[in-house]
């Protein structure tokens, strides 16, 4: 499904990626982890084809992508309800495309949002948002930027519950950057724990007992 294969990244003279390889399978999730600085974001940036390698190869085997960064790619002059029907206008019309939006909103815990524009919302609601609209264009690969920072552990709970779904209904494959253990460990994610310059320090479940090898590389 996707596969990253010796990518190395210079950002303003900076070695920020060096060498980092990455193999995912349909319905994996992969969280990624380590220091600020090692180069997490910049990594599904470049997973994401958000941002062009120096070297090395990416393989993606959908074009049903989507993804929620930290910086919320919600449009500023629409309401939260603008926002989902534009993510759904594509796929739906009419009566069906607003009671989609409105469900999403709604698991979300957004219906009261519902005519907010993002500057009128808070850090936590935008971010729900953000991952809502992913969510809803049920995509094949999904990449997550600290979804869980800014949410409380209730909604922290939503969004592990929703992605849990997602995975066991239709085999959901998750690409994240998360610094909060308890939701990743609950999704029972894949960990790759990165140095600074992206360097894998070691690559496993979180429960040391059900630890694999997991097609991840380090250089
Ligand atoms: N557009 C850019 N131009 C120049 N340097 C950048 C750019 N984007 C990121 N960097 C630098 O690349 C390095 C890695 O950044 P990145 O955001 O990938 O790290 P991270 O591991 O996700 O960090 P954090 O956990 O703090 O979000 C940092 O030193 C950062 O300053």
């Known amino acids: 499904m996707l596969r990253l294969e010796h990518i190395s990244k210079t950002l303003q003279g900076k070695t920020v990626i060096e060498d980092f390889s990455l193999a995912m399978s349909k319905g994996d ?18 997973a994401a084809g958000l941002l062009a390698p120096d070297r090395g190869q990416l393989q993606i085997g959908t074009a049903n992508i989507a993804f929620a960064f930290q910086d919320a790619p919600l449009i500023p002059w629409l309401t939260a309800l603008q926002n989902m029907q534009f993510v759904l206008s594509p796929r ?6 607003d009671a ?29 948002l953000s991952i809502a609209c992913s969510f809803a264009v049920t995509p094949e690969l999904l990449f997550l930027d600290e979804p869980f920072a800014f949410l409380d552990e209730y ?9 849990i779904r997602q995975n066991r ?14 939701p990743v460990q609950r999704l029972d994610a894949r960990v790759v724990h990165l140095a600074t310059g992206s360097k894998l320090l070691s690559a496993k479940k979180h429960n040391p007992e059900r630890a694999e090898q997991t097609g991840a590389e380090s250089a």
Do not use: F, N, Y
């Not at 999730?29 to 997490?40: D, E, F, R, Y």
């Open 100 to 128: 989609q939006a409105l469900t999403w909103l709604e698991r979300l815990g957004l219906s009261d949002a519902r005519d907010k524009k993002p500057s009128e919302m808070s850090g936590g609601m935008q971010r729900r």
């Open 155 to 163: 909604w922290q709970s939503v969004v592990v519950d929703e992605l």
């Open 169 to 182: 209904q239709r085999r959901l494959t998750v690409l994240m950057v998360s610094h909060q253990p308890e």
């Open 92 to 97: 739906l019309r009419g009566e069906k495309l």
């Open 29 to 46: 999730m992969v969280c990624l982890t380590g220091p600020s600085g090692a180069g997490k974001t910049t990594i599904v940036r470049i």
